[in-house]
């Protein structure tokens, strides 16, 4: 919430044999210890893997995967060839969710659509930190200069949009557009839900992704103020090659699973890697999933962010999770056993 969807070819980390972290703590599991591991869908999560595992080319994870593709009996499969392994570094478990927002634009400025969505100007490098939020919108320094790629009518839905990452636009010629991420500012994001707790607007469980954008849009001169306390900027690409019934492009450059696929952090967690979630709260899941996308907000190896699909129903559901719980990785048994060798079974 969301944290930005970083679509960038994250090859090196995909899926291959991590590296214990210093920080980190390994325990092994067996799949007794999963709460509600015989009751879930492992067909759907079977499904979200085989969209992702392609990609990695290490010997081990590269058979899994082509196991996988003879569509075994998924249950079987993830119990025979993974084990599951959880993961701490002493922080608690946090889980939020995201999903792809769907927006109204045009593809010429008008009254009422004047808030661009801007492609990446050449100068901005990865990684090299650029003009901040506020330095670009006081100095105008994306103004005409032909960046602009769709407008919209809502600047609240911009910002949101930045955070998600990707989403759709409702052209006014009835078309669609879909526009995934193409860039950044390079600056650390900042949670404007935290700084409204910090002023003492809103307590931790008041705030939501639609009780931010509410206050934003009655507050219109503090709210500009507010989300400008977020320096991170995000730039856009037009996406043509996904159909409209799959979803977003992740962190993998695949599209994402609706229910099935998590962000995480990848220095704790290999990008397509199945995941066990058990996360609490008022809906409770017990599911596996894939870890398939990351986020600039998703730091630590129990925190995560669900995807709840594509539209304002999911945007509601995704803005309302904030919950506790805690996620354990299936790795490959080799893996699992390197990482925590101690384990008896």
């Known amino acids: 919430m969301h944290a930005v969807r970083v679509v960038v070819f994250l090859l090196a980390a995909i899926m291959s044999q991590p590296t214990p972290s210093a920080a980190a703590e390994y325990s092994l599991l067996k799949f007794d210890d999963l709460a509600g591991w015989e009751d879930d869908d492992h067909t ?3 499904t979200a893997f085989l969209e992702t595992c392609s990609i990695n080319k290490d010997s081990e994870w590269k058979a899994l995967c082509g196991l996988a593709k003879t569509h075994p009996s998924a249950k079987t499969y993830f119990e025979m060839f993974f084990r599951p392994v959880l993961i701490e570094d002493g922080k608690e478990a946090l889980f939020t969710g995201y ?3 769907e927006l109204n634009g045009s593809l ?6 004047r808030y ?3 492609r990446k100007p ?6 090299i930190p650029w003009l901040t939020r506020r330095q670009i919108e006081e100095t105008g320094a994306l103004n005409g200069r032909g960046l602009e790629l769709v407008w919209i009518d809502d600047p609240v839905e911009v910002f ?3 955070i998600q990452g990707s989403g759709r636009v409702r052209l006014t010629n009835g078309n669609t557009m879909r526009v995934g991420y193409g860039g950044k500012n390079s600056r650390n994001y900042r949670s404007i839900g935290q700084e409204l707790i910090r002023r ?8 939501s992704a639609q009780v931010i954008q ?3 849009r009655r507050n219109p001169y503090e709210g500009a103020e507010l989300l400008r306390h977020n320096p991170s900027f995000v730039f856009f690409r037009k996406i043509t090659k996904v159909p409209s019934s799959k979803g977003p492009i992740g962190a993998m450059n695949r599209s994402v699973t609706t229910g099935r696929t998590l962000a995480v952090d990848p220095r704790f967690t290999p990008l397509g890697a199945p995941v066990w979630l058990e996360k609490d709260g008022r809906e409770a899941i017990r599911r596996l999933m894939v870890a398939q996308d990351t986020g600039s907000a998703i730091k630590g190896a129990q925190r995560a962010d669900i995807f709840y699909g594509s539209g304002d129903d999911a945007g509601r559901a995704a803005g309302a999770i904030r919950d506790p719980g805690r996620m354990v990785v299936l790795m490959p048994i080799q893996t699992a056993f390197a990482l925590a060798p101690e384990f008896d079974e």
Do not use: C, D, M
């Not at 050449?122 to 990684?127: A, F, I, M, R």
């Open 44 to 46: 759907a999560a079977l």
């Open 99 to 101: 999903y792809e927002p």
């Open 108 to 113: 010429t400025p008008t009254a009422r659509f």
């Open 116 to 118: 661009p969505l801007y």
């Open 122 to 127: 050449p100068e901005v490098k990865n990684g």
């Open 160 to 162: 949101f949009l930045q």
């Open 200 to 207: 003492g607007i809103y307590s931790k469980h008041q705030v």
């Open 214 to 216: 509410n206050w934003v």
